[in-house]
């Protein structure tokens, strides 16, 4: 018996000590399965920190007649953020040079112009031969590129559907909301 204790005691001990596989990385769709520079500082962040959220992607611009549209995504961001939604913006210079600026004058204009605190990122292309990956995957999944600034893109709980809304879909579009409370209601 003290022969089979003195064996099974360093393999116990080095399952217990043994790291933990990440329940994050795991549990990652494929869709969120990539990391960009934040918009204000530059560090890296992975879109697997929301995971089994619901997320509405937003291209956006500083230039823009939609522009306007950062306040009520705001506004949608703090009112459903407790309950599983996370509003995550890219900056894009792809439609009419309307964000010609660097990352610190969007994070500082983004800031001090609609108070914005939902996630942004550093910006990126999102149409064409140089779209980022992410983006094309989106483009791919819902069979929609994006046409101008402020396209949205929403991501269930799951990360496997996605559906596409227009410039024109103001934040507080009832289509688009009546989508979001449907994907919040469903279990990750």
């Given at each position: 018996?003290?022969?089979?204790k003195?064996l099974?005691?360093?393999?116990?001990?080095?399952?217990?000590?043994?790291?933990?596989p990440?329940?994050?990385?795991?549990?990652?769709?494929?869709?969120?399965?990539?990391?960009?520079?934040?918009?204000?500082?530059?560090k890296?962040?992975?879109?697997?920190?929301?995971?089994?959220?619901?997320?509405?992607?937003?291209?956006?611009?500083?230039?823009c007649?939609?522009?306007?549209?950062?306040?009520?995504?705001?506004?949608?961001?703090?009112?459903?953020?407790?309950?599983?939604?996370?509003?995550?913006?890219?900056?894009?210079n792809?439609?009419?040079?309307?964000?010609?600026?660097?990352?610190?004058?969007?994070?500082?204009?983004?800031?001090?112009t609609?108070?914005?605190?939902f996630?942004m990122?550093?910006?990126i292309?999102?149409?064409g031969?140089?779209?980022?990956?992410?983006f094309?995957?989106l483009v791919?999944?819902?069979?929609?590129?994006?046409k101008?600034?402020?396209?949205?893109?929403?991501?269930?709980?799951?990360?496997r559907?996605?559906?596409?809304?227009?410039?024109?879909s103001?934040p507080?579009?009832?289509?688009?909301?009546?989508?979001?409370?449907?994907?919040?209601?469903?279990?990750p």
């Open positions: 018996m003290k022969m089979i003195r099974l005691l360093p393999l116990f001990a080095a399952t217990l000590l043994a790291p933990l990440s329940v994050a990385a795991d549990a990652c769709p494929p869709l969120l399965n990539y990391s960009f520079p934040r918009l204000a500082d530059e890296p962040q992975s879109l697997c920190d929301y995971s089994g959220k619901v997320v509405l992607v937003v291209n956006t611009a500083s230039y007649g939609f522009t306007k549209q950062y306040d009520g995504l705001e506004k949608l961001y703090a009112r459903l953020k407790d309950r599983g939604l996370v509003v995550v913006g890219f900056p894009t792809d439609f009419g040079e309307q964000e010609p600026g660097s990352n610190k004058e969007i994070a500082d204009f983004c800031r001090l609609y108070g914005v605190q996630p990122f550093a910006k292309t999102v149409k031969a140089n779209a980022n990956p992410f094309a995957e791919k999944r819902s069979d929609t590129t994006p101008w600034n402020f396209y949205k893109y929403l991501i269930d709980r799951s990360g559907e996605v559906v596409a809304y227009s410039s024109f103001d507080d579009d009832r289509k688009m909301l009546a989508k979001i409370e449907e994907f919040l209601a469903r279990k």
